[in-house]
Antibody
């Protein structure tokens, strides 16, 4: 059974740095052909892809947010962290982590999501 | 930057066919996935690699891509299919891009 779960602060202040952790089970980076990504969704708005790290540690970032994002994996702990600097109230959203699988690189398993509110 | 365009809303009566479109440049050359998100819930993958259904997704869900347009079709839509639907495209250049979402109403 594949599960993912996001953890981190629910409230951050503007200009602060957000660090979220995705802890997963049921698959491993060691088996290859997978990635773990982050997607966010502001209240009432659409999904937005943020970043992804592949099994081989290759990393991809959304062009619009690349300067503010860092994604890191810890294969031994089955964890992926997302670091976003210089938070702003417009970054208030539910942040999801999800597994991407190589057949079409679809997001086939998702975490429950973590709501992060940015106060001014 | 690459963009995907979806209609904001689609409405059908129960039992009718619902069609949701997704437009983007050279979309037929990218992998397209579709996600269903019911109110207050996490997105669920319903279509991947343009036309494939994950296990557990009903056969009434189908999709196709031609040119710049991908289409999700729900044949015989049911009230339980009411949700927001998002298309998503991938290739090695654009990475992952989501459409703006379509709210499907079945009533």
């Amino acid at each position: 059974q594949i599960t993912l779960k996001e953890s981190g602060p629910t409230l951050v202040k503007a200009t602060q740095t957000l660090t979220l952790t995705c802890t997963f089970s049921g698959f491993s980076f060691n088996t290859g052909e997978v990635g773990v990504g982050w997607i966010r969704q502001p209240p009432g708005k659409a999904l937005e892809w943020l970043a992804l790290v592949y099994w081989d540690d290759d990393k991809r970032y959304s062009p619009s947010l690349k300067s503010r994002l860092t994604i890191i994996k810890d294969t031994s702990k089955n964890q992926v962290a997302l670091i976003m600097i210089n938070m702003d109230p417009v970054d208030t959203a539910t942040y999801y982590c999800a597994r991407a699988y190589s057949s079409g690189w679809r997001f086939d398993y998702w975490g429950q999501g973590a709501l992060v509110t940015v106060s001014s | 930057s690459y963009e995907l365009t979806q209609p904001p809303s689609v409405s059908v009566s129960p039992g009718q066919t619902a069609t949701i479109t997704c437009s983007g440049g050279e979309l037929e050359n990218k992998y397209v996935s579709w996600y269903q998100q019911k109110a207050g819930q996490t997105p669920v993958l319903v279509i991947y690699q343009d036309t494939k259904r994950p296990s557990g997704i009903p056969e009434r869900f189908s999709a196709s891509t031609s040119g710049d347009t991908a289409t999700l079709t729900i044949s015989g839509a049911q009230p339980m299919d009411e949700a927001d639907y998002y298309c998503q495209a991938w290739d090695s250049t654009i990475a992952w891009v989501f459409g703006g979402g379509t709210e499907l109403t079945v009533l």
